[in-house]
Every structure is written in structure tokens, then in C-alpha cells.
């Protein structure tokens, strides 16, 4: 059942494919971009999780994830051994927290102020189709820049995705950053359909290795088979680090659905 509670699962010492964990992207990989993730899905992550651990890492804060994999009555932290919210900066296992990390602790208030003065500075001067709200979303991990807004709507997202391949308005304001601000130890990140993350340097997706990691002194379980599956995998694209990484084994996808049909392959689902 895609709902059954995390005490259903054996221990994680005790799983069959001990040693071997699945981590997910989400936009693309589990759901479709900023929607639900289907029944079919949730039921086989279920399935794979009788028999390895399994953890999601997306760009996107907690809340979002709740959203798009959770619902108002199931928390997403019951449906994964490890959830990994803004590339691992806020984490749980097994349902309880990890220690976290902040981006506004690493830049410092000085910094931050230089930083965001000079984007606002720069959208203000720029005209697109539309403009909506939130320009700068403020994350524990890393800010996220929207040109648009965050608020625009499902249309207008498509809409600004479109407009976006053919004047390169993300691609030239991070030029622009990294002109700027060339010593600020920053990486920019282009994953989804109307903005960029912006994180400390290395704060990428491999950041949560270092929670799958640990566990070989939380718990004395060594991963060595650790999965990754995600949809940006290309140089740029905001899942290609964790792909690339020495320490998984990835996995590009095109789909939700291309997903499924690796994980029955792979895990004889
Ligand atoms: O997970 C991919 C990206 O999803 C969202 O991007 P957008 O709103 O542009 O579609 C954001 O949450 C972004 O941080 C994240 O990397």
C-alpha cells in the first residue's frame, strides 16, 4: 500500500538488499514538475522499500516535497527512510531530523545584502512577457531566483519556460553573478521551469551523501550501492554532480514513467 506507515518496513539492517539504497530527484523523476506523484509510483517505492532503502534529495524546500509527495494526511517523511529537502540541508531519517546547515550562516549578512541588492537591481531593469511575486525566495540552503516570480501560475510558468529558451534570461543573469560576485565561492543552478538555486559551492546534490555516509557510524550500515535516478543529469542541469559522482551508480530518466520502468527492471518489481 502506497500509505503504509514506516513501522511496516523492516529495520534498515534488516532489508534484503542491505548496503543498497535508491535516491530520488523529484520534479520529473517521481512526479511530474511541480505536481503529485501518481499511485502507481508511490505504490512501487513502497514495494522497493521492503527490500532497500530509499530516500528522495530534491532542489526544492521541505514544504514542497510534502506537497508533491506527501498529502494533508500521509507526511512524506513516513514514505522514505531519508528525505533530503534543498540538496540535504534539511534532512530526516526515519521520520526525525538530521542537522541541518544554513546558507545566510555561510555568506554572512554583509555579503547576502551585495548579493541580492544587485539581482533585484538587475530584474528591475529587464522586460519579460509577465512579471509576478517573489523574485528571491529566501531557503535554508540557498536562495532560489525567479525572474518571473515564484507566484506565477502553471500557464505563466509554461509560458516564461518558452520565452526563457529563446532569450536566455535565467543563463544571462547568472553570467552576470558570476561577473559580479566571481569570489563568493557560489554555484548556479538551473533545474526547473522559471529560476535558479544559488548555494554555496558544493552544496549540490552530493551534499546529502554525507547523511548516507554517516550511517556507517549511526548504525554500522556501509551503502555501498547507492542509486541515483534524476532527469537533469546533463552538465549544468542540477542533478549531473550526484550522477557523475565516484559514490553512485546513476541513473538519467526521462520521466516518472521511465522511472517506474527502471526500478522493475533493476529491483524485479
Ligand atoms: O527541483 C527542481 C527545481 O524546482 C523548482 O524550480 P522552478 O520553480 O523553476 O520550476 C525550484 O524549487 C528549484 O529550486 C528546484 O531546483
Redesign the pocket.
Known amino acids: 500500500m502506497a500509505t503504509e506507515a514506516a513501522g511496516v518496513y523492516p529495520p534498515l539492517e534488516k532489508r534484503p538488499l542491505q548496503g543498497t539504497i535508491c535516491l530520488f530527484?523529484?520534479?520529473?523523476t517521481l512526479s511530474p514538475?511541480?505536481r503529485h506523484a501518481s499511485p502507481e509510483m508511490l505504490e512501487i517505492l513502497s514495494r522497493l522499500r521492503h527490500k532497500c532503502a530509499i530516500g528522495f534529495v530534491?532542489?526544492?524546500?521541505f514544504q514542497?516535497q510534502q506537497e508533491q509527495l506527501g498529502s494533508p494526511s500521509v507526511p512524506v517523511t513516513s514514505l522514505f527512510d531519508f528525505c533530503f529537502s534543498?540538496n540535504g540541508l534539511t534532512a530526516y531519517r526515519l521520520g526525525k531530523p538530521l542537522a541541518g546547515n544554513s546558507f545566510i550562516q555561510w555568506l554572512g549578512e554583509e555579503k547576502y545584502q551585495e548579493l541580492v541588492n544587485f539581482i533585484l537591481r538587475y530584474l528591475s531593469e529587464i522586460k519579460l512577457p509577465k512579471k509576478r511575486g517573489t523574485f528571491i525566495?529566501f531557503?535554508t540552503g540557498?536562495i532560489?531566483v525567479?525572474p518571473i516570480g515564484?507566484n506565477a501560475t502553471q500557464a505563466e510558468?509554461d509560458e516564461f519556460?518558452a520565452y526563457d529558451k529563446v532569450h536566455n534570461v535565467r543563463k544571462n543573469l547568472v553570467e552576470a553573478l558570476k561577473q559580479k560576485f566571481p569570489d563568493y565561492g557560489l554555484t548556479y543552478?538551473?533545474?526547473?521551469?522559471?529560476?535558479?538555486?544559488v548555494f554555496p559551492t558544493g552544496w549540490d546534490k552530493t551534499y546529502c551523501l554525507r547523511h548516507i555516509e554517516a550511517e556507517k557510524e549511526r548504525s554500522g550500515i556501509e551503502y555501498k550501492n547507492i542509486h541515483f535516478f534524476g532527469d537533469?543529469c546533463f552538465p549544468g542541469g542540477?542533478d549531473y554532480e550526484i550522477y557523475t559522482d565516484p559514490r553512485t551508480i546513476g541513473h538519467a530518466v526521462e520521466n516518472p514513467e521511465h522511472t517506474i520502468k527502471l526500478l522493475k527492471e533493476l529491483f524485479d518489481l
Request: net charge negative; glycine share 12%; aromatic share 4%.
Open positions: 530527484d523529484v520534479d520529473e514538475a511541480r530534491g532542489g526544492s524546500n514542497k534543498e525566495e531557503r540557498m532560489n525567479s515564484r510558468r519556460e543552478s538551473i533545474g526547473g521551469q522559471i529560476s535558479f538555486d537533469k542540477n
